[in-house]
């Protein structure tokens, strides 16, 4: 399987990093591959989430077309509000 990541995440992983989160790509493959929790939506797309320290998490939103995992976006979020 190979990853795709839109210009959009691209611009996205350097906003977060500037908020002092260890995220980058390698960082974002391993939550799709190995996540805390997926969360399947209705249009297809799927949401990955895994733990960046105790009280944040990061959510990968993504899709599969063929063998190719094209990440939308991600974000930080609260783990409380997420209950991860």
Do not use: W
Not at 3 to 17: D, G, L, Y
Not at 42 to 48: C, L, R, W
Request: glycine letters at 4%; a positive charge; one cysteine or more.
């Amino acid at each position: 399987m190979s990853f795709r990541f839109t210009k959009h995440v691209s611009q996205k992983i350097f906003r977060i990093q500037r908020y002092g989160f260890p995220v980058n790509k390698t960082f974002i493959k391993q939550t799709i591959q190995n996540p805390v929790r997926v969360e399947e939506r209705s249009d297809g797309t799927k949401i990955a989430t895994s733990i960046l320290d105790e009280q944040h998490c990061l959510r990968v939103v993504y899709r599969t077309e063929d063998d190719i995992i094209i990440i939308i976006t991600c974000y930080p979020g609260r783990r409380k509000a997420y209950e991860v």
